[in-house]
């Protein structure tokens, strides 16, 4: 009784996965095998599968004798179709007929289940006319037993359900599974890919992955853009920053896997979206993001310059970026480009006061011939270099006021003038600007424009100097000394307590640029594995007392003590270190702040 039930309970699920099936035929010519198919099997499937044929070749009239069997059956409405007119639709079962479609068959929407029947053509010319009647006939019973067996025999009631459960399968996963042909035409986007990437399956589906996605989600490691040779595709991992259809910012673990033939022949790929987006946010909270587009750095002030870099990134406006010299500002402006959408195209920097001021208008925006002694040809600017990605104009305090003039213009429309030429050239970029000095100032002093002040610095980050972020010197000097060691595949080095001090109590004018360069001159300097006291530059290291900055005292406040103790694990001696303080001076704090103790011991 109970196997009795069982078997009613299967039959019951597959003639409910049954509802809402479509399947197509396919043949060379859609004259004669495909046409039949459809015929028979539209007399033996169920209410609610969908029934329809195609030519993958040149598409022919109908065979005459076909027609007669049409009529028979009640099928003389079926047309002659070609297969470019299903590219919008999605099948659970696509079956060939003849070795001529199998080979050009390509993949379809929805990745459909394949089926390939060897049934020769009865058609052996063009012209369907040359075709005996017998051979036709041959054909038509080959084609009825085939469908036949199809329905009758349960083979289709085993692949429908099949189908429907990969397809469930494939929406289960927490990772977004989506694959194209190598066309670039997507055929499969699971239901994570569309929450994922914020786009609809049936927006997704036939569409080139490149009008979808744009160049983000892959970008440089796309195996399908110009003329890259994919014969040699291997299996890819790498990350991805991108922003979904409403704006979000996502970051995904992309895995892209090549789907081959039985001979090997490339056929496209499916890639794995694994979604990140929260775990890097929790990491973010939690203070472990130590390394963020090669900027280094975990104090509370870095961190926030990070948010901000994540931030601004989803945006085209231009970005100003203030700080001392050494304190980084090429590196955000970079870190800004590869977050954004135009990471796959130029990062053009240029330092505005490097440029001999003659040549500064032809650098930034190019010139014709013959407009300026010395111009033998046409030459484009930094600007047009640069179209589609982001120019990054550091010390732009030294632009000429007539440089300024074109600046602003280009900014207002985004068009600029070749020196020499009269025609308009519309260019397409991100402009972040930057200063080791404070613009406004030189605003007020009348040495540059303020209309164009206020076009650059619409969004501003002030880096801070490495002498108010002293908790990062730890983190930066491992750094330093890691790159060494892997430039130069030298044996580990380590930075010891009294070399490690004595860099806490510098000032750091240069900044971080001034650190490495000292951890690089305390690199050649060591003739043992661990830096000490004299390895470092006579100025840092040979002082009986180091100099210590003056704003210590300024900057002994709640947070940089929180920060210092969080790093130091709680231990009093290493965050006095880390402070560059003395511990009585530390313990002095400690009394006049005692919830900083408690709340240390309550966590």
């Not at 041959?138 to 189908?163: E, M, N, R």
């Not at 590869?338 to 440029?355: D, H, V």
Request: hydrophobic residues 35%; aromatic residues 6%; charged residues 25%.
């Amino acid at each position: 009784m109970l196997i009795r039930l069982l078997c009613r309970l299967t039959y019951f699920g597959a003639s409910i996965a049954m509802l809402g099936s479509r399947i197509l035929f396919l043949s060379k010519h859609n004259a004669v095998r495909s046409q039949l198919a459809e015929a028979y099997a539209r007399q033996l499937c169920k209410k609610g599968v969908t029934i329809s044929s195609g030519g993958v070749d040149t598409i022919l009239p109908i065979h005459p004798i076909v027609s007669k069997e049409l009529k028979k059956l009640g099928c003389s409405d079926q047309v002659s179709k070609s297969i470019d007119e299903f590219r919008e639709d999605r099948f659970d079962l696509v079956i060939t007929l003849g070795i001529a479609a199998k080979d050009r068959i390509t993949a379809l929407p929805g990745a459909p289940v394949m089926v390939h029947w060897r049934v020769d053509d009865p058609l052996t010319d063009d012209s369907p006319k040359i075709s005996s009647k017998k051979q036709v006939n041959q054909c038509i019973d080959q084609v009825k037993t085939l469908v036949t067996h199809l329905f009758s025999d349960g083979y289709l009631d085993a692949i429908i359900p099949q189908k429907r459960n990969t397809d469930r399968i494939f929406d289960s996963l927490s990772e977004g599974i989506i694959a194209h042909d190598i066309n670039k035409k997507v055929f499969l986007f699971s239901k994570r890919a569309s929450e994922i990437t914020g786009i609809s399956e049936e927006k997704a589906m036939s569409c080139e992955c490149h009008d979808i996605f744009d160049s983000p989600l892959c970008g440089p490691k796309c195996s399908f853009c110009n003329d890259n040779s994919i014969d040699e595709f291997e299996t890819k991992e790498y990350n991805s920053v991108f922003y979904d259809s409403n704006g979000v910012r996502k970051e995904c673990h992309v895995t892209v896997v090549p789907i081959r033939s039985e001979s090997g022949e490339m056929q496209g790929v499916v890639a794995s979206l694994q979604d990140l987006t929260s775990q890097k946010s929790l990491e973010w909270l939690l203070g472990r993001e130590k390394v963020y587009e090669g900027i280094v750095g975990n104090d509370s002030k870095m961190l926030q310059i990070f948010q901000q870099i994540r931030d601004v990134s989803a945006y085209e406006y231009p970005v100003h970026i203030s700080g001392e010299t050494g304190t980084g500002k090429e590196l955000v402006a970079k870190a800004i480009h590869n977050e954004s959408t135009r990471k796959s195209e130029p990062f053009i920097p240029i330092n505005c006061g490097a440029l001999p001021t003659g040549l500064i208008e032809s650098e930034l925006f190019g010139h014709v011939k013959g407009s300026f002694t010395g111009a033998i040809r046409d030459k484009k600017g930094r600007f047009e270099l640069a179209n589609k990605g982001t120019i990054f104009l550091d010390e732009v305090a030294d632009l000429p006021k007539h440089v300024q003039v074109k600046l602003l213009r280009f900014l207002q429309e985004g068009i600029l003038e070749r020196v020499g030429s009269e025609n308009s050239i519309k260019v397409d970029v991100r402009v972040i600007s930057a200063t080791n000095v404070d613009l406004q100032t030189a605003v007020d002093q009348h040495d540059f424009r303020d209309d164009l002040f206020y076009r650059l610095n619409v969004i501003p980050i002030d880096l801070p100097p490495l002498r108010h972020r002293k908790n990062d010197i730890p983190l930066l000097c491992d750094h330093f000394l890691n790159q060494a060691n892997e430039e130069n595949q030298s044996q580990h080095l380590r930075m010891s307590n009294r070399a490690l001090s004595l860099l806490m109590d510098y000032d750091w004018p240069g900044n971080v640029r001034e650190l490495e360069n000292a951890i690089r001159f305390a690199i050649v300097k060591c003739q043992g594995h661990t830096i000490n006291p004299d390895d470092l530059p006579p100025k840092i290291g040979n002082s009986e007392k180091p100099v210590r900055s003056s704003s210590n005292a300024v900057q002994l406040d709640r947070q940089a003590v929180v920060d210092a103790l969080r790093v130091a694990e709680g231990h009093k001696g290493k965050t006095a270190k880390l402070l560059g303080i003395g511990r009585a001076t530390l313990y002095r704090f400690f009394e006049k702040n005692p919830d900083l103790i408690k709340k240390r011991a309550s966590s």
